[in-house]
């Protein structure tokens, strides 16, 4: 993903007089995911991060909060500590209180 090279992103207006959103805006959500799985080139993912650090309508439109925590249970879901890792945690717990 490329953002529009002629207007950087910290320039970018994000919605027309319409409601449509700008071009660049739409590429930018378009890639979120790819931004999320850190599937970009760095140069993209600067871009990007350029992007959304400020353009909070995009923030909002994309709801990477939702879509973070989303992309961390299904990275993470699931995994559960070995359980003789787990009595060592609580030993080593008990024995510093």
Known sequence: MTLNEDSPA????????????????????????AFL???????ARQQMRAHLDNCSPCLDESDIGEKLKALLHRKCGGEVAPEVLR?????ALHQRL
Do not use: F, H, Y
Not at 16 to 27: D, I, V, Y
Not at 37 to 43: G, K, L, V
């Open 10 to 33: 910290t320039e970018a207006t994000t919605k027309t007089a319409a409601g449509n959103l700008e071009p660049e805006c739409s590429r930018v959500l378009d890639d979120i995911w």
């Open 87 to 91: 009595e060592r945690l609580i030993l």
């Open 37 to 43: 799985d850190d599937e970009m080139d760095p140069a």
